[in-house]
């Protein structure tokens, strides 16, 4: 949903409600500040991720990737999600609204959380810097920072 930034009191939708009715999953802006991501939650995977524009309110947006958790984030030219509950990264060009080359690798085991359209734990800053939840939910658990080869702080 989106409200005016001149006042306005009503709230707009900006993507259709999906098949069971709710609403998308895991909105984020992408940098032109116009268009976002958003997942479309379904009973399971894989979940459609898709490129919306506050210039066409409520219209369906352009299907980009699709993913085994109902997460997808963008960051330093890259969309983050979940394949086989592992952590990747592929190629993202913001401004073509596109996909390429191939995902790589960046964490296995990642901790997701609900049914349906389960949500994977990780995020990502907009400079690239990376935090996530491996192993099963719950339980005790502690932050560790590593560089990017994987080696303690």
């Known amino acids: ?31 032109d500040q116009k268009h976002f991501l958003y997942v479309e939650p379904r009973s399971q995977p894989p979940f459609p991720v898709y490129v919306g524009s506050l210039d066409e309110p409520g219209q369906q947006g352009k ?49 997701t959380i609900g049914v349906p359209g389960r949500m994977a734990a990780f995020d990502v800053s907009a400079s690239g810097l990376l935090i996530y939840h491996s192993g099963q939910a719950g339980g005790r658990s502690h932050l560790e920072w590593v560089d990017r080869t994987g080696n303690l702080s």
């Open 63 to 111: 299907q980009i990737a699709e993913v085994d958790a109902g997460t997808a984030k963008y960051a330093s030219g890259h969309l983050f999600y979940l394949h086989e509950d592992q952590l990747v990264a592929q190629p993202f060009d913001p401004d073509r609204l596109e996909v390429s080359g191939e995902p790589v690798r960046l964490a296995d085991a990642i901790t």
């Open 1 to 31: 949903m989106a409200v005016s930034a001149n006042g306005g009191t009503t709230p707009v939708a900006v993507t259709p409600a999906s098949a069971q009715g709710q609403g998308s999953r895991s909105p984020q802006f992408l940098p």
